[in-house]
Structures are given as C-alpha cells and as structure tokens.
C-alpha cells in the first residue's frame, strides 16, 4: 500500500487548499484510519485531524473554524479542506493511516509531505 499526499502549494492569507491523501496498491482497500500530521519550520511533527470510518476530529483549536477532514471511500482518497489560510499554518503536511487489504491486512504507511505555504 501507498499513500500519496497532494494539493499543497502557495498560497495568499485567506486563501484556501485541499490537501489530497490517496491509498494505493491494491484492488480493495479500506481506510481504517487516517491522521494528517504538520510540521511547522523548525517545529516537531503535530497531528492535525483523524477521520475514522466517517467520523472526523481536528485537535488544534486554531484549526477547528477552519479545516475540515473528509473521505471518500470508493475512491480510498482522504481530504484536508484548509480555509481561511494564515501564514502560522506553513508547514509540510504528511497523511498517515491505518489501511486494510485482503492480502496485506491492516497496517499502519506514511505519505511523504506536501508543502503549504503561505504568504502574508
């Protein structure tokens, strides 16, 4: 299985993205789980959202007005809906989760990052 992370980029204040996880690598997957993570210049890792079988949790109180988690099952795509953009929120983004295969099982993949940036 592979996850492919997308849709980042630059960006204005204000403006909007929607970041792209994408689970590959076999006919049949399900998305057990999935967490988006950031890491802020010179910052560790931090989780940003979870959606679990449909039900969805941001952590970050900046973050809850603002971004939304949503998944779509068929195509085994997850989406990060980041509105309202502030410079504080550039970062690299990484998707990691929990995905089911019948021949692999579940088991736990990173995708590499995309990068957001925004300009003031």
């Known amino acids: 299985v592979q996850l492919q992370a997308s849709g980042g980029g630059w960006v204005q204040a204000g403006g909007y993205l929607r970041l792209s996880c994408a689970a590959s690598?076999?006919?049949?997957?399900?998305?057990?789980?999935m967490d988006w993570y950031r890491q802020l210049p010179g910052k560790q890792r931090e989780r940003v959202a979870t959606?679990?079988?449909?039900?969805?949790?941001i952590y970050l109180d900046s973050l809850k007005e603002r971004f939304t988690v949503s998944e779509d099952s068929v195509k085994h795509e997850v989406y990060l809906q980041m509105n309202g953009l502030r410079p504080e929120d550039t970062a690299v983004y990484y998707c990691?989760?929990?995905?089911?295969?019948?021949?692999?099982?579940?088991?736990?993949?990173w995708g590499q990052g995309t990068l957001v940036t925004v300009s003031s």
């Open positions: 990691s989760g929990n995905v089911y295969t019948p021949t692999g099982g579940s088991g736990e993949y």
């Open positions: 690598g076999h006919s049949f997957i399900i998305i057990n789980r």
């Open positions: 959606t679990t079988r449909g039900a969805s949790t």
